[in-house]
């Protein structure tokens, strides 16, 4: 197979399975046929993982249409779970409205609709693209998610962006569930501690990578090793030396990698970790795609 053009080469492969858990495959750069998409079909996109050794993902959704797609996606495809949520830039929207009661009861609805359905994610709050007059949509929002999760022991995903305390704040005040994943996680090594401290894995996605990302950096450092993930977001924050280029499964290595000489972990024990820490973040292993 040929990737279009505009994607970075496939690196070496890993020396053992992960999992991406937290990816995006209907964005335009997939299989969606979108004008102007760079087009990689699903099959594609898992097969070109797997020969790498990402032989599982969690398809993440982010507003209805996305969330319905994760979990068809998901039954369709045995290395494949999903996440339904509405990001928490679609709820000053739907609120205003008058929109977001019925879409948080349809994503109630699609959290129950399997074992395919592993998490209720990307939900949480994001003050860099909504101001202050959406943030109590986004609170609120944030806080039926987090009972979605809890009432149907589901994993909560948790999207934060420039909002570390008062998403701690919202955890603790409505209980922190079980399981809950901080995807892409873009805080310093105090605020690891603080999610650590309530049980949370952390996710680290490219970004770790970047040259001006030494607080991520100091992060991993300080995270226990068996409270560390590794995601994509792709097609976003694809890492160094990729960087500006699309995202997909199959460039998890490169952050793998560069994880481990961080964390001062042998690649071989740090994906071993990782898939292990993935089936206990998300409720238990799935099928693995080789």
Known sequence: MTLTAGWPETPEALPSPVVDNHCHLDHRAYAKGVEGGLLIPVDEALDRAAAVNVTRVVQVGCDLEGSRWAVETAAAYDSVVAAVALHPNEAPGLAEAGELDAALAEIDRLAQAGDHVRAVGETGLDYFRTGEDGREAQHASFREHIRIAKRHDKTLVIHDR???????????????????????????????????????????????????????????????????LVETDAPFLTPVPHRGQPNASFLIPLTVRFMAAMAGNSVDDLCRAINENTDRAFGGAWEQRI
């Open 162 to 228: 420039d909002a570390h305390d008062d998403v701690l704040r919202v955890l603790d005040d409505e209980g922190v569930p079980d399981r809950v994943v901080m995807h892409c996680f873009s805080g310093d090594a105090d605020f690891a501690r603080e999610c650590v401290d309530r049980g949370a894995w952390l996710s680290f996605a490219g970004t770790v990578t970047f040259k001006n990302a030494e607080n991520l950096r100091e992060a991993l450092r300080v995270t226990p090793t068996d409270r560390i």
